[in-house]
């Protein structure tokens, strides 16, 4: 059974930095896309950022320059590094893969940026 555990998430001040992790195991075969989610409270669940099994990625307009995704697929990992956090980025983050019939979850992480 493919499981996603998420690390990294915290507490951090406005203009600090995090990294969070997401290590799938339990799969025997790679992943296509690996990518960040993210839910504010009462909101619904908007993608982050989203990188391909090539290194091809995608970021929502709101974290370019700022977040970085990247994954090691010999581990099967996939990171987000976040930077110069704001308030606004406060939220439970999710990490997901997509299999070659499912697409997987995490169980989500909560960041908060504290002003």
């Known amino acids: 059974q493919v499981q996603l555990v998420e690390s990294g998430g915290g507490l951090v001040q406005a203009g600090g930095s995090l990294r969070l992790s997401c290590a799938a195991s339990?799969?025997?075969?790679?992943?296509?896309?690996m990518g960040w989610y993210r839910q504010h409270p009462g909101q619904q669940r908007e993608l982050v950022a989203l990188?391909?099994?090539?290194?091809?990625?995608n970021y929502a307009d709101s974290v370019k320059g700022r977040f970085t995704i990247s994954r090691d697929n010999g581990k099967n990992t996939v990171y987000l590094q976040m930077n110069s956090l704001r308030p606004e980025d406060t939220a439970v983050y999710y990490c997901?893969?997509?299999?070659?019939?499912?697409?997987?979850w995490g169980q989500g992480t909560q960041v908060t940026v504290s002003s």
């Open positions: 990188i391909t099994g090539g290194g091809s990625t």
């Open positions: 339990g799969s025997s075969f790679g992943f296509r896309a």
């Open positions: 997901n893969a997509e299999g070659p019939l499912y697409l997987y």
